[in-house]
Each structure stands twice: as C-alpha cells, then as structure tokens.
Antibody, heavy 120, light 107 residues
Framework: EVQLLESGGGLVQPGGSLRLSCAAS????????MSWVRQAPGKGLEWVSG????????YYADSVKGRFTVSRDDSKNTLYLQMSSLRAEDTAVYYC?????????????WGQGTLVTVSS | DIQMTQSPSTLSASVGDRVTITCRAS??????LAWYQQKSGKAPKLLIY???SLESGVPSRFSGSGSGTEFTLTISSLQPDDFATYYC?????????FGGGTKVEIK
C-alpha cells in the first residue's frame, strides 16, 4: 500500500528555517517524480517544488526559488524540503505527492500534510 | 508560467443535478490536464488525468473533456459525497499550476 507521511512542520519565526520530510512506503521513491504542494489557510492549492524520478532534476515555483531546496534520500525512501528565509506568506499546510507513473508528473497519492506557521 | 482559470468559483447544486466546471489555460497544454477533488481538511484526490482519463476507483459519473486551452469537468448526477472543492491542474511544464478552485455547495 502506498503511503506518504510528512513531518517537520511547526511554528517558526520570519527569516527562520525548517526542513520537512516525507517518508514514502509501498513504492520506490527514486523512480517517481515527487512534488511538494502547499495550501495556505482557506486558500487554494499551490505547487511549490518537484524532483524528477530518473536524474533527480529539481524544479521550483518562482515564489520559493532561491529559498527552498528539494532533495531525496534514496536509502531512506524519503523526500525533503529545506525551507529558509521563511516569510509569513509561506504559512500553509505542505503536502508531498507521488507521480502517477514513472514517465509523468501528475500526482496520484498525497500525504496528509504538515502545517508550517511563520509568525513572530 | 502557465495560468489556469477556473469557473465558476462557487456552484450551488442539488443532488441529481448535472454539474459542469470549466478550466482555461493561458496557453495550449495539449491534454496535460488533471482534475482533483478536495474535501475539507483532507488531501486532494485525483479524479481525471490527461484531460479525460478516469483514475481507477473514481465513479463513472465523473468525466473530463477538452484539449488545448479549454477543459471541462462534468458530474453527470451529483451525489451527496460530491460536495467538495474541485481543482484543475496543468502538467504540460514542470512548473505545475492549479486553477483557483470551484466549491460545489448544496443548494
């Protein structure tokens, strides 16, 4: 059974850093594209970052480029999102999601999300 | 970046109604369009991919159509479980973008 379990969210001050983790089970994370998607309170979905399956190419939304870094530890079957220079507008539930196949980026399985609150 | 515009933003309907949601892309995305359903406090659920392909396990009352820049999601007969928010998403480029969402409410 495919499962994605995010962790690492919490309260952080503006300008601070946080690392989110997404532990995957039931599939091999390294051969699928993986994405991070966030949802601010009461708002819609916003794609944040992605990493390709083969090659591990990384991609970012303009809103987080230069501040966030996506990575993957294949030995732990875990996806990460390192977030720095955090702003109030980064406050959101962050979801990790798995691509539907090895040659596509459309997502089929999502985690339950982890809440990041940026506030002083 | 490709912009996705959904309409309407809110829709009031009754059980049994036929419901249509529209999504427009700012440039052609071929058929690289997905539809998701999200219920309050839950992660989104994939309904449709490649504009018209039904994800496994999704009821056949859901259907998608369109290509290029204009797409629709249709629910043929709205059921109580379908009251939720629906999002389109383009995946033509890896800068994935979502529409603003359509909330389907009980009339």
């Amino acid at each position: 059974e495919v499962q994605l379990l995010e962790s690492g969210g919490g309260l952080v001050q503006p300008g601070g850093s946080l690392r989110l983790s997404c532990a995957a089970s039931g599939f091999t994370c390294s051969i699928y594209a993986m994405s991070w998607v966030r949802q601010a309170p009461g708002k819609g979905l916003e794609w944040v970052s992605g990493i390709s399956g083969s090659g591990g190419n990384t991609y970012y939304a303009d809103s987080v480029k230069g501040r966030f870094t996506v990575s993957r530890d294949d030995s732990k079957n875990t996806l990460y999102l390192q977030m720095s220079s955090l702003r109030a507008e980064d406050t959101a539930v962050y979801y990790c999601a798995k691509s539907r196949g090895t040659t596509t980026v459309v997502t089929d399985y999502w985690g339950q999300g982890t809440l990041v609150t940026v506030s002083s | 970046d490709i912009q996705m515009t959904q309409s309407p933003s809110t829709l009031s309907a009754s059980v049994g109604d036929r419901v249509t949601i529209t999504c427009r892309a700012s440039q052609s995305i071929s058929s690289w369009l997905a539809w998701y359903q999200q219920k309050s406090g839950k992660a989104p659920k994939l309904l449709i991919y490649k504009a018209s392909s039904l994800e496994s396990g999704v009821p056949s009352r859901f259907s998608g159509s369109g290509s290029g820049t204009e797409f629709t999601l249709t629910i043929s007969s709205l059921q109580p479980d379908d009251f939720a928010t629906y999002y389109c998403q383009q995946y033509d480029s890896y800068s994935l973008t979502f529409g603003g969402g359509t909330k389907v409410e009980i009339k």
